[in-house]
C-alpha cells in the first residue's frame, strides 16, 4: 500500500517556527515529486510549495516566499516543510501528496498530485 503520514503540527505563536514531516511507506519517494498543500476554513486548499524528485527544482506560493522550506532525507524517506516567522494567517490543515512523474508543475495544483496523506492541524496563537 502507498502511504503517506503527516506529523509536527501543533500550537506555534506568531513568529515562531515549526517544521511538518511527511513519512511514506510503500513506495521510495526518491521517484517522485512531492507537494506540501493547506486548507484553512472557508477556503480552498491551496499549494504550498514543492519538489521535484531530483532536487532540481523547488516551486513556493508567493505568501511563504522565503519563509519556508522544503527538503528531503532520502535515507529516512520523508519530506520536510521547515516553516519559520509563523502568521496567523498561515493556521491550516496541511498535507503532503506525491506524484509519480516526478517534476513539479509550475503552479502547484491538488489535481497533479495521487498520492495524499491524512493531514496535520497547524495552530497559530499568541
Known amino acids: 500500500q502507498l502511504q503517506l503520514v503527516e506529523s509536527g503540527g501543533g500550537l506555534v505563536q506568531p513568529g515562531g517556527s515549526l517544521r511538518l514531516s511527511c513519512a511514506a511507506s510503500g513506495f521510495t519517494l526518491d521517484g517522485y515529486a512531492i507537494g506540501w498543500f493547506r486548507q484553512a476554513p472557508g477556503k480552498e486548499r491551496e499549494g504550498v510549495s514543492c519538489m521535484d524528485k531530483d532536487n532540481e527544482i523547488t516551486n513556493y506560493a508567493d505568501a511563504v516566499k522565503g519563509r519556508f522550506t522544503i527538503s528531503r532525507d532520502s535515507a529516512k524517506n520523508t519530506v520536510y516543510l521547515q516553516m519559520n516567522s509563523m502568521k496567523y494567517e498561515n493556521r491550516a490543515f496541511y498535507y503532503c501528496?506525491?506524484?509519480?512523474?516526478?517534476?513539479?508543475?509550475?503552479?502547484?495544483?491538488?489535481?497533479?498530485?495521487?498520492?495524499w496523506g491524512q493531514g496535520t492541524q497547524v495552530t497559530v496563537s499568541s
Open positions: 501528496a506525491a506524484e509519480t512523474p516526478g517534476f513539479c508543475p509550475l503552479a502547484v495544483y491538488p489535481e497533479y498530485f495521487g498520492s
